[in-house]
């Protein structure tokens, strides 16, 4: 049996869904369905049972589930880079995330859990997943914060040798419909163009950049799960690891992408940030991947622009879910 917390939203709901292509279906999805649209990332996918977030952690805490898991993916977590209740950040991402350690290295069991780019802070430090440097890291916001002191934790209770930590860039795909403002761009300029003809970017607050070339590492949830589940499939192999694609791109790129996927002329405008996001904002991230492939991931890594293009054809412009 794998555990898969946070399995109905975005990311967990993809790992469950490339679990069943691989022929897997002995899983328990662990989340909250509430009066979100979280349900229909599940609809059609194959899976032994549901529990909620509170159910499990109770059963954590107690030592009191009835199997043995062979894997712990732990993908529940409050994704917001702008939730500024520091509290529950800190209950939510750091507090259940150290009760599922402790509960898989005391049974010996597999633990994969999601670590961010957000921990990288500004990028000042760079984006190498060198435990060496990690103590240097400084997060610019509360989110990046939290898991940023999971990873510390891990670290300085030696308990990373029997976990991996996966720092997610960018991730934009199917399955993200119901996450609200902290859906990808993407989503959200497909609907800007679809209702206006034109995109809205942020623009610049510094000089060596210009309006929307801000850049990113823009990973497709499809490679994004792929690398998740390497780890997966080879359990020697423990740390923390960078997925991305190794190579920024800028949001007009991206947004370009969008446009002509959609067979539109480009239409961009660029809008002030708000000024609470300013000091959080940041201008360049690019994974260092020589580690996951010094470690053998061996899988090509979709471009942006086909990664883009299969997104709005095949999924946007179809309303279409991951598992229909």
């Keep these: ?66 199997f043995v898991p062979e894997a712990v993916i732990h993908m529940g977590a409050c994704s917001s880079t702008t939730e500024t209740d520091a509290d529950y950040l ?37 984006y190498a997943d060198d ?14 914060y939290s898991k940023h002191l999971f990873d510390l934790w891990l670290q300085r209770n030696n308990m990373l040798g029997s976990a991996v930590g996966i ?31 034109k995109a809205s970017l942020f623009k610049s607050y510094k000089t060596e950049y210009k309006d929307g070339e801000q850049m990113r590492d823009f990973i497709y949830v499809k490679d994004a799960v792929k690398m998740t589940l390497f780890f997966l499939a080879n359990p020697e192999i423990t740390g923390i690891y960078n997925v991305g694609t190794g190579k920024a791109r800028s949001w007009n790129d991206l947004v370009k992408a969008i446009f ?34 010094s470690a053998g991931y061996k899988e090509p890594i979709a471009s942006l622009e086909d990664s883009v293009r299969d997104y709005v054809r095949n999924y946007l412009m179809a309303d279409m879910y991951l598992g229909y």
């Design 90 to 126: 800190l209950e939510n991402n750091f507090r259940y995330s150290k009760a599922l350690a402790n509960l898989c290295v005391k049974k010996k069991i597999r633990f994969i859990y999601a670590s961010s780019a957000a921990t990288y802070g500004d990028g000042a430090e760079g």
């Design 131 to 144: 435990l060496s440097q990690i103590r240097r890291l400084r997060p610019l916001n509360m989110y990046g």
């Design 1 to 66: 049996m794998i555990v898969i917390t946070g399995g109905a939203g975005f990311i967990g709901s993809s790992i469950v869904w490339e679990l069943n292509t691989r022929g897997r279906s002995d899983i328990l999805i662990v989340d909250d369905l509430k009066k979100a649209e979280k349900w229909k990332n599940i609809n059609g996918l194959i899976f032994d049972d549901i529990m909620s977030r509170t159910t499990f952690y109770e059963k954590v805490q107690n030592d009191s589930l009835r």
């Design 260 to 293: 002509n996927a959609m067979d539109k002329p480009v239409n961009i405008e660029y809008i002030e940030m708000p000024e609470y996001l300013k000091p959080k904002y940041q201008y360049y991230t690019e994974a260092d991947n020589s580690k996951i492939i």
């Design 167 to 197: 720092k997610f860039f960018n991730v934009f795909g199917p399955n993200e419909y119901h996450k609200g403002e902290m859906r990808s761009v993407i989503h959200k300029a497909y609907e800007q163009i679809h209702n206006t003809g």
